[in-house]
């Protein structure tokens, strides 16, 4: 079975900090994709960041960026200068199989921001 | 609006009554697919539209759900005999099918079976 995992259920952080989040998954694949979504109280899932593991270089999103590791089957999520409105729910996230497929999302981390 | 759009946002029934959760995605999305959220937990994938065609609906956990989308819509996501293990929030996405993984949610409907 493809799985995602995400290993820290909550994390917390001091407003204008750096933190990151974890995620590993499983795959035979050797082209794919990887995101990260964001769910604040609202419910609605957005696209924070995307990756393709055929590129090597780490996608970046204004404060976010991601730490791939292809061979470890890793891919975190930095965020920078932490704000308020960071606080969520974090799911990272594969295709169910290669070419645009429903994806499959780990069980999240709750980020809590500190002012 | 622009976004999607479902409803019920709030759905509380009794164990065994029928229950339809409608999604109206956003115009000219040809991908379709819901999910379902219990507390704690990750999406989970239930079933994905093509069109008007499910094209893949593996996540169906019975028959007691079926999801229909006839006019490649609005789609309608139906569960009879609800069982109290059924609640959850149930989540629709679409996507023009463009760049890979960028769905674009609705706010859930939120089931509640007593």
């Known amino acids: 079975a493809q799985t995602v995992t995400q290993s820290q259920p909550e994390m917390s952080v001091q407003e204008a900090e750096t933190v990151t989040l974890s995620c590993t998954y499983d795959?035979?694949?050797?082209?794919?994709?990887l995101f990260w979504y964001k769910q604040p109280p609202s419910r609605q899932m957005i696209l924070v960041i995307r990756?393709?593991?055929?590129?090597?270089q780490n996608a970046t999103e204004n404060r976010f960026s991601v730490n791939f590791q292809k061979a470890a089957k890793s891919f975190s999520l930095k965020i920078s200068d932490s704000q308020l409105g960071d606080a969520a729910m974090y799911f990272c996230?594969?295709?169910?199989?290669?070419?645009?497929?429903?994806?499959?999302f780990g069980k999240g981390t709750r980020l809590s921001v500190i002012a | 609006g622009a976004g999607v759009s479902q409803t019920p946002s709030n759905k509380v029934t009794e164990k065994g009554k029928y229950v339809e959760l409608r999604c109206d995605p956003i115009?000219?999305?040809?991908?379709l697919y819901w999910y379902r959220q219990s507390l704690g937990q990750g999406p989970e994938f239930l079933i994905y539209?093509?069109?008007?065609?499910?094209?893949?609906d593996s996540g169906l956990p019975n028959d007691r759900f079926f999801a229909v989308r006839p006019e490649g819509s609005v789609s309608t996501l139906k569960i009879q005999r609800t069982e109290r293990g059924d609640s959850a929030v149930y989540l629709c996405?679409?996507?023009?099918?463009?760049?890979?993984?960028?769905?674009?949610f609705g706010e859930g409907s939120r089931l509640t079976v007593l």
């Open positions: 795959t035979s694949e050797s082209d794919y994709y």
């Open positions: 115009s000219g999305h040809t991908a």
């Open positions: 996405a679409s996507s023009s099918g463009g760049l890979p993984g960028e769905l674009f």
């Open positions: 539209f093509q069109g008007t065609g499910a094209a893949d």
């Open positions: 990756q393709e593991a055929y590129k090597q």
């Open positions: 996230a594969r295709e169910k199989s290669s070419g645009n497929t429903p994806l499959v």
